[in-house]
């Protein structure tokens, strides 16, 4: 802080004159640097010998040096004796709790002078005697309380100087602030990407930035300040302008974002985005609006265009949506249009199957000689094909289609487990094979339909692969889930082919693609099954050793969950019960009648539901019903339960049926097989002896 940038030097200089003339006393005021700012009263003694002879101007030096020293630390002032024989006093002047310069007084004595120590002094420093003993005649001698009163004086002068400089600092720097402050608030409004304008209660322009005079077609701010909007390049949109503004001025209410058009200085009307907010005094009075507004014209733009494209989007979108519905109610259609035409197919297709294999098996039981036995079994190959090629075929048009949907349910496995092996017993009996399952409590949640077509499946190919040995089916929990493994000691798989097993028509060993051993689907359906139920499959194999096929699956989630319902055992029967068999197809139902009268069942047939009833009104009583699924004017389940109804019994029924859609049997069925055509005469008799042993 410079010392003399905030004291006036010479109305102190004026003031310092004054109290030399009335006391006598010698005042100074210097810088901490030693430069003198203001000299009044300086005695001749000093003046004119001490401070112009370098040895005692040497001593003055000593002096001053020793009373800013002191004061430096602190003192409120300070007095010193100088070398020259004088007494000197200084006094600190602080701004601001900073030292910045000394008020000084002194070349007075306290009491007279020792003449002697003067003139030997003279001497000493060759002065002349004369002219210096009168200078020394000339220094006033003060008492020490005419001292003290003289710094008490001082000091306050000091303090106030202080205050003084302070003030004019807190000034200066307040200026210096000030200004700062609105050239920086100017560079703002003037270098902002907005246009900012401010008017007074008239609504006239009191002030703009650059950019906002540009587009009201002035070349400079000053040009716009007093004029109103009428004098602007939006003469026409000036009353709409002023209305804004009076409501904002009157209301006190900020108008803060809205969009508008105005027209600028080279006639384009563009789109703004405008802000206004009342104008205030320091006393919070309202005087005119402030406001902005920015060109917003690009962006308007953009939005049109997209909402037009929006808008031709949306049309299009109805559009296509319009085309999709159609395409999709013609894919429904078609879909719909497939599955009646493969549920026909299916049905009409495994008729002829089924009439043929009946018609060998009452051939077989007929011939007497072993080589047209063994031509039966050669044709009986083929026509099996024939029925796993279509059984196939469908399963994967259901899976890929989506109409074979999961029912998840929580169920017992050993039921699944016992009908699975069951089934497949009198193939593996025939080979040879011994096939083992062990009870199990386990329970599961999972499909139990969809899950018997996957433990079938790797069944049925484990029988196809195994010559000789053991065929198992296990159950384990691994963790929270359930493992179910079949196992062989069949031909194993080579550890390369593993990866592609599951894939459509991949046999190994069947290079010939030899259809009496299988067509390469089983396990493709069983993957794709297992996929639908978000069950893992899994294989493990040693070439020449066997083979496990497992499927993993989640455990009940309800622990106390049903074990499900088993049909209770029937009351004891004859042998051979008296067989009803209910089909409109008169191939099948001759071939199923010999098939089942050439091992000694005694069998009845009918073509429609009033035959049944008809023969049931005249006292017919059968010990089975053997019905199709499919009659021209009933479904062959209700036709059971009308069965049951008129017998007030609940005789034994097999509902048999070409439709692959039909899954289950009603649970109010009871005692009530499903076997799918075509049928072989084993699985014919094995359910026929399940339900009447």
């Known amino acids: 802080m410079k010392f003399a940038e905030f004291i006036p030097v010479s109305e102190l200089q004026a003031l310092c004159e004054s109290f030399s003339s009335l006391t006598g006393a010698v005042t100074a005021v210097l810088d901490l640097e030693g430069n003198v700012l203001v000299a009044a009263g300086w005695q001749d003694i000093c003046t004119q010998f001490h401070r112009k002879h370098a040895s005692t101007a040497l001593r003055c030096l000593e002096s001053d040096t020793a009373l800013a020293g002191q004061l430096q630390s ?118 902002a990407p907005i246009r900012v304008f401010w008017k007074d209660c008239n609504l006239r322009y009191l002030g703009c930035n650059p950019a906002f005079a540009a587009d009201a077609g002035k070349s400079c701010p000053d040009e716009v300040v007093g004029k109103d909007d009428a004098e602007m390049a939006w003469a026409d949109q000036a009353e709409a302008y002023r209305q804004d503004d009076r409501n904002v001025i009157e209301s006190g209410v900020a108008k803060p974002s809205y969009d508008e058009p105005i027209t600028t200085s080279d006639g384009r009307t563009t789109w703004i985005r405008t802000a206004k907010v009342p104008l205030r005094n320091q006393d919070n009075e309202i005087i005119g609006v402030l406001g902005t507004y920015d060109d917003i014209t690009a962006r308007h733009q953009a939005e049109e265009e997209l909402r037009r494209h929006k808008d031709q989007l949306e049309e299009t979108v109805r559009s296509r949506t319009a085309e999709l519905m159609l395409v999709r109610d013609a894919a429904e259609a078609a879909n719909m249009a497939k599955s009646t035409f493969l549920a026909a197919a299916s049905h009409d297709l495994r008729q002829p199957l089924q009439a043929s294999l009946a018609y060998l098996s009452a051939l077989s039981r007929k011939v007497g000689s072993k080589e047209l036995e063994e031509l039966c079994d050669k044709i009986r190959q083929p026509l099996r094909a024939m029925g796993d090629i279509l059984e196939a075929l469908l399963d994967i048009s259901d899976l890929e289609s989506g109409h074979l949907q999961p029912r998840l349910q929580d169920f017992a496995l050993n039921e699944l487990l016992s009908r699975v092996v069951a089934c497949a017993e009198p193939l593996a009996r025939h080979k040879g094979l011994i096939l083992s399952c062990l009870p199990t409590d386990l329970m599961v949640h999972s499909d139990p339909k969809m899950l018997e077509r996957i433990v079938s499946n790797f069944l049925t190919n484990a029988i196809r692969y195994t010559d000789k040995g053991l065929i198992g089916v296990y159950c384990e929990e691994v963790g929270d889930k359930v493992c179910i493994s079949v196992s062989d000691t069949g031909i194993g798989i080579p550890a390369g082919a593993l990866d592609t097993i599951f894939e459509d028509h991949v046999q190994l060993g069947n290079p010939a693609r030899d259809r009496r051993k299988g067509l390469g689907l089983g396990l493709s359906i069983a993957k794709r099954i297992a996929d639908t139920l978000g069950h893992r499959i899994s294989v493990r194999s040693e070439l020449g050793s066997g083979s496990s096929f497992s499927i993993e699956l989640p455990g009940a989630h309800n622990a106390t969950a049903p074990i499900g319902t088993k049909t209770p055992p029937p009351e004891a029967v004859q042998e051979h019960p008296i067989v009803l068999l209910i089909d409109d197809d008169q191939d099948v139902a001759d071939a199923v009648q010999m098939m089942l009268q050439c091992y000694g069942i005694e069998t009845y047939m009918a073509h429609s539901r009033d035959a049944v009833l008809g023969m049931l009104e005249a006292g017919f009583n059968p010990g089975l019903v053997l019905c199709d699924y499919r009659l021209p004017d009933v479904n062959g389940i209700d036709l059971i339960r009308q069965v049951r109804q008129v017998l007030n019994s609940e005789v034994p029924a097999v509902l048999m049926t070409g439709d692959m859609g039909v899954t289950e049997i009603p649970a109010d069925l009871a005692k009530c097989g499903l076997l799918h055509k075509p049928v072989d005469v084993e699985a014919f008799l094995s359910t026929i002896r399940a339900l009447t042993a």
């Open 74 to 191: 602190g003192e409120k002032y300070n007095v010193y004796r100088c070398k020259n024989g004088l007494v000197d006093v200084a006094v600190p002047i602080i701004i601001g709790g900073e030292h910045v310069g000394n008020f000084f007084t002194g070349q007075f004595f306290f009491k007279e002078p020792d003449r002697a120590h003067f003139e030997h002094q003279a001497e000493e420093f060759s002065f002349d005697k004369a002219r210096y003993m009168r200078a020394l005649g000339k220094v006033p001698v003060f008492s020490e309380d005419e001292v003290r009163l003289m710094m008490d004086f001082f000091t306050r002068l000091a303090r106030l100087i202080g205050e003084m400089g302070l003030a004019r600092a807190n000034k200066e720097a307040a200026n210096r602030e000030l200004s700062e402050s609105r050239h920086l608030l100017q560079s703002i409004i003037d270098t």
